[in-house]
């Protein structure tokens, strides 16, 4: 068996007249943290139900761990787990009843049961919450909880669809270290998102899904150097300056440049323009306090990726 988690080839699938996947190409490796990204309705979302086994395609091969999804779909699931947008756990019993319950119908006898719900709930720091109904849990801990009992019994490959929607800074950060944990443990790691940071963060290669096929594919340093451009900021001293500074800019620069509070913004397809830019603002006079020159964002990448569909990082 080769080192690829999942190969997906010429996935195709239809909704009626609309064909949602169009001949979509996938080689994710084992071990690591996989991001798709799409914009609404680019199809990850149906390629996520794919892959792991909920939704039949309407053409193509997909393997997940080398087992075909069709012919082989028991022996795909016994490896696999998804956790969805939506919290799966029952929020009138306390984590610990939950994570019992759980066990017991994957098969675990009632003593190894607790064992294991116990030990889930110490790696997910909620020992202290065991026996406090899920329905009085933060943001933060039903997220926790419904990830552990996703991996009640642990899997090869776990499926998080946007697994922090909603969530604060801080809860966020708290399962993204668990998300890291399980990549440390050896799991393969499907991420959807809706948070081009999270992706950037946390995805070791991203996907760019749109309208049904992969438009890109590599690192996020990689994304965004396809890219091509620079990303400027310059903040100037007196706002009586910005209006000056910005004419002085898109003349040197031959580009638009955008006033933010006292920042000037640009995307520099000619980074060699700019320290003569620069010494012109000096000529002139026009303070700076701030400057910085570097790669473009994980954002600015998606857009200049995307930008013909219309919509958010849904799919």
Do not use: C
């Not at 091509?228 to 209006?243: A, C, F, W, Y």
């Not at 004419?247 to 031959?254: H, N, V, Y």
């Not at 603002?281 to 219309?310: H, K, W």
Request: overall charge negative; proline content about 3%.
């Amino acid at each position: 068996m080769d080192e690829l988690a999942i190969e997906v080839k010429d996935l195709v699938k239809s909704f009626g007249k609309e064909r949602v996947l169009d001949r979509l190409h996938l080689s994710i490796p084992k071990g690591i943290v996989y991001g798709l990204l799409g914009p609404n309705g680019a199809g990850k979302t149906t390629t996520v139900r794919i892959l792991s086994t909920l939704l039949k395609p309407d053409g193509g091969h997909v393997k997940i761990l080398g087992y075909d999804t069709e012919k082989h779909a028991s022996e795909v699931r016994k490896r696999i787990s998804l956790t969805g947008q939506y919290a799966s756990v029952d929020e009138d019993l306390t984590g610990l009843e939950n994570l019992v319950m759980l066990a017991r119908l994957l098969g675990y006898p009632k003593k190894q049961a607790k064992e294991r719900a116990r030990e889930l709930l110490e790696a997910f720091r909620l020992e202290d919450a065991a026996k406090r109904l899920v329905k009085n849990y933060s943001g933060g801990m039903r997220r926790r909880i419904d990830i552990a009992a996703s991996i009640i019994v642990a899997p090869e490959i776990l499926f998080l669809d946007e697994p922090t929607t909603g969530l604060d800074p801080e809860s966020r950060n708290e399962v993204w270290e668990v998300i890291r944990a399980f990549v440390k443990g050896g799991t393969t790691v499907i991420l959807t998102t809706q948070y081009l940071e999270e992706a950037d963060q946390l995805a070791d290669r991203i996907a760019v899904i749109n309208r049904g096929k992969l438009i890109a594919e590599g690192t996020s340093n990689e994304l965004k150097d396809s890219v091509g451009l620079s990303r400027l900021h310059i903040t100037i001293v007196s706002e009586k300056d910005l209006n000056e500074a910005k004419k002085i800019l898109e003349q040197k620069l031959t580009i638009e440049v955008q006033i933010e509070g006292m920042t000037l913004s640009a995307q520099v397809n000619n980074p060699s323009l700019v320290a003569s830019a620069l010494g012109e603002l000096a000529n002139r006079q026009i303070e700076i306090t701030d400057f910085s020159l570097g790669r473009p964002t994980l954002d600015e990448a998606f857009l200049n990726l995307t930008s013909d569909s219309i919509g958010g990082v849904e799919g």
